[in-house]
Every structure is written in structure tokens, then in C-alpha cells.
């Protein structure tokens, strides 16, 4: 099973649309826009040599190769929209690596190298677009209607951004870089109003729901099954951490439900996640030291103080994600 960029940052399709942007959010939140040439020579990605360190042994998302080798699709100027948005996706998703000005730079060169003239001037209005309607997107996330993962507040997000979009796309657009995503959402949205109906008896929730299972498509239940067995490993790593397996447990285990190439990309996540974890504690700690340190000084002062201790410890980009801890 191959586990891509996108499967790997984000399980599921959900994320912006739902869950109101997770770490996403932070990120949009610190990128200052600003003013960026037309095109940029930018060296090409390889495995040897990733855009961030996050992205090692991974390759771009959005399969444009049809389109570069002269297809009847880029004779007619008419754009994979599907595959750039995987495109856009796959760089996007390094903010806080890098920046957006950075990131923008490094797309407009994979537009420039992998599409036919005829399209790639498309193409770029295009990223100018989408990421215009992301930091939009963090904007109506921010309202207090639209909080929390009540169903009300999904549905209303939801709608919200459906709206938003066709301020920013075209019919033919939206339905070619969100319908597959659309399909999934309105899918989560009807199985979170069967499971959350009073008025349901439990046999009747699981008739609903088993209808919504036979009516899926047949791309979207692919889709689903590819993301219920990353979570059922996950469930299956814990149990195996809890009885004490050890880390080459966990690596094997994966590797026979998928590959040693998407287990290791695993196990690398599970990397990232513990360093974090670990500068979080040291961080806390030596907050919580250095307050009552300073428990008789001004509140300037303190602030002051905290703002050194976050500014040696993390960096521009990490530093918004802390107040969920503190």
C-alpha cells in the first residue's frame, strides 16, 4: 500500500472543511503574505535532496505527467485541476518549514517544468487563487459561530467554505479540485447526523449507516478503507507501546500491512512526534521555574521573560502553537 504525502500530514479528508484546521490554522495564521515575482528557477525535488526534512523520501503529489507528455487534455488548455490542488497540497504542507513566499516559489517552478506552456500561465493564476482562499479560509474559521466540532458548527463551516470558494472558482474549478473532497465530507457529515439523531434507535442508526456505506462511490470507499487501516495500525502501534513492544515491533508490524518504505515514513512521524513532545515538557518546565522566579515581578516583566524563553527554544513558526499547551 503506498502512503503518500498527503495520507501522511493528514489521514483523512476532513481537515480544513470539518475540524476548523488543526495545525494548518497556526500555520496559515504566522504566514505574513507578500509580493512574489511570476516565475522562479527553482532546482528540482528529489529524494536525495527534499524541499523541507519532513518531505524525505517522499515525492511531489499530483501526477502531471499525461499533461507535460502532450496529451489531448494539454492541446485543448483544459487543466487537471484534481492534480494540481494534490500538487499545491503537497508543498503547502511545509509551512512552518519554510515559508509561504518560499513555498509559492518552489510550485511556480513545478508549474513551469511540468506543464506545457499553454497551461502553466493557467496554472499559476490558479495557485494565486487557492492560496488567497486558504488564508480566507482561516479567517472564517476564526468566528465564534463557526467553533467546535458540534455538528452545527461542522455543518456551518462546511457551508461557510463551499460559499467562500465560489468567490475564488470557477463551476468547472470547484468541481474539478473539490468534488472527490466535497463527496467525502457531505459522506461524514450524513454519518454524524445518523450517529448524533435522538430520535434513532441504535438498529436504526446502523441501517442508515449501512446504506451510506452501499451507496459510496467506488473511488471514495477505496479512499475510506486506505484511511481506516492507517488508523486501525495506529490503534494497534498503541496497544503494542502498552504492552510494552518495542519501536522494531511497531516498524514490522507496519511493514506487513503496507511496505518497509510507508512504514518507516510511520516511524519517522512517530520521530517527529516524540521530539516535540519532549521539547514541550522541558518547555513547561522551565516556564513553571521561571514564573516562580519571578512571582513579585511586573507583568511586563514576566511577559518579557516568557517571550526570551519561547524565542530561544522555538522557532517564528513554532512559537504560535504553544498557547495550546501553556
Given at each position: 500500500?503506498?502512503?503518500?504525502?498527503?495520507?501522511r500530514?493528514a489521514f483523512?479528508l476532513l481537515?480544513?472543511?470539518?475540524l476548523g484546521?488543526?495545525?494548518?490554522?497556526?500555520?496559515?495564521?504566522?504566514?505574513?503574505p507578500?509580493?512574489?515575482?511570476?516565475?522562479a528557477?527553482v532546482g528540482?525535488?528529489?529524494r536525495?535532496?527534499?524541499?523541507?526534512?519532513?518531505?524525505?523520501?517522499t515525492?511531489?503529489?499530483?501526477?502531471?505527467?499525461?499533461?507535460?507528455?502532450?496529451?489531448?487534455?494539454?492541446?485543448?488548455?483544459t487543466?487537471?485541476?484534481g492534480?494540481?490542488?494534490r500538487?499545491?497540497d503537497?508543498y503547502l504542507?511545509?509551512v512552518?518549514?519554510q515559508s509561504?513566499?518560499?513555498?509559492?516559489?518552489?510550485?511556480?517552478?513545478?508549474l513551469?517544468?511540468?506543464?506545457p506552456?499553454?497551461?502553466?500561465?493557467?496554472?499559476?493564476?490558479?495557485?494565486?487563487?487557492y492560496?488567497?482562499?486558504?488564508?480566507?479560509?482561516?479567517?472564517?474559521e476564526?468566528?465564534p459561530q463557526?467553533?467546535g466540532?458540534?455538528?452545527?458548527?461542522?455543518?456551518?463551516r462546511?457551508?461557510?467554505?463551499q460559499?467562500?470558494r465560489a468567490?475564488?472558482?470557477?463551476?468547472?474549478?470547484?468541481?474539478?479540485m473539490?468534488?472527490?473532497e466535497?463527496?467525502?465530507?457531505?459522506?461524514a457529515?450524513?454519518r454524524?447526523e445518523?450517529?448524533?439523531?435522538?430520535?434513532?434507535?441504535?438498529?436504526?442508526?446502523?441501517?442508515?449507516?449501512?446504506a451510506l456505506?452501499a451507496?459510496?462511490?467506488?473511488?471514495l470507499?477505496k479512499?475510506?478503507?486506505?484511511?481506516?487501516v492507517?488508523?486501525?495500525?495506529?490503534q494497534?502501534?498503541?496497544?503494542?507501546?502498552?504492552?510494552?513492544?518495542s519501536?522494531?515491533?511497531i516498524?514490522?508490524?507496519?511493514?506487513k500491512?503496507?511496505?518497509p518504505?510507508?512504514?518507516s515514513r510511520?516511524a519517522?512521524?512517530?520521530?517527529?512526534e516524540?521530539a516535540?513532545?519532549s521539547?514541550?515538557?522541558?518547555y513547561l518546565?522551565e516556564?513553571s521555574k521561571l514564573?516562580q522566579?519571578q512571582a513579585?515581578?511586573s507583568?511586563?516583566?514576566?511577559?518579557?521573560?516568557?517571550a526570551?524563553?519561547?524565542q530561544k527554544?522555538?522557532?517564528?513558526?513554532e512559537?504560535?502553537?504553544l498557547?495550546?499547551?501553556?
Amino acid at each position: 500500500m503506498h502512503l503518500s504525502r498527503s495520507n501522511r500530514v493528514a489521514f483523512g479528508l476532513l481537515g480544513v472543511a470539518l475540524l476548523g484546521g488543526g495545525m494548518l490554522l497556526w500555520w496559515w495564521q504566522t504566514a505574513e503574505p507578500a509580493a512574489l515575482p511570476a516565475t522562479a528557477a527553482v532546482g528540482p525535488v528529489s529524494r536525495a535532496s527534499p524541499f523541507v526534512r519532513s518531505m524525505q523520501d517522499t515525492l511531489p503529489d499530483g501526477d502531471l505527467r499525461t499533461v507535460s507528455a502532450g496529451s489531448a487534455a494539454g492541446a485543448s488548455g483544459t487543466l487537471p485541476y484534481g492534480e494540481l490542488k494534490r500538487l499545491f497540497d503537497y508543498y503547502l504542507s511545509a509551512v512552518g518549514e519554510q515559508s509561504i513566499e518560499t513555498i509559492t516559489l518552489q510550485i511556480r517552478g513545478e508549474l513551469d517544468r511540468r506543464l506545457p506552456p499553454a497551461q502553466t500561465q493557467q496554472a499559476q493564476r490558479l495557485l494565486g487563487l487557492y492560496i488567497a482562499f486558504k488564508r480566507e479560509l482561516v479567517r472564517v474559521e476564526s468566528q465564534p459561530q463557526l467553533a467546535g466540532n458540534g455538528l452545527q458548527a461542522i455543518r456551518g463551516r462546511f457551508l461557510a467554505m463551499q460559499d467562500m470558494r465560489a468567490r475564488y472558482f470557477s463551476n468547472e474549478e470547484t468541481q474539478g479540485m473539490f468534488g472527490f473532497e466535497d463527496a467525502y465530507d457531505m459522506d461524514a457529515i450524513a454519518r454524524l447526523e445518523t450517529s448524533q439523531n435522538p430520535a434513532l434507535t441504535a438498529d436504526q442508526k446502523k441501517q442508515q449507516l449501512a446504506a451510506l456505506d452501499a451507496a459510496l462511490p467506488e473511488q471514495l470507499r477505496k479512499e475510506r478503507e486506505a484511511t481506516s487501516v492507517v488508523v486501525r495500525l495506529e490503534q494497534q502501534a498503541q496497544e503494542l507501546r502498552a504492552k510494552g513492544g518495542s519501536e522494531d515491533d511497531i516498524y514490522r508490524m507496519r511493514a506487513k500491512e503496507l511496505d518497509p518504505q510507508a512504514a518507516s515514513r510511520l516511524a519517522e512521524v512517530d520521530r517527529e512526534e516524540a521530539a516535540w513532545k519532549s521539547r514541550i515538557a522541558r518547555y513547561l518546565e522551565e516556564r513553571s521555574k521561571l514564573l516562580q522566579s519571578q512571582a513579585n515581578a511586573s507583568a511586563s516583566e514576566r511577559e518579557a521573560s516568557l517571550a526570551q524563553l519561547q524565542q530561544k527554544a522555538f522557532t517564528d513558526a513554532e512559537r504560535p502553537r504553544l498557547r495550546a499547551y501553556e
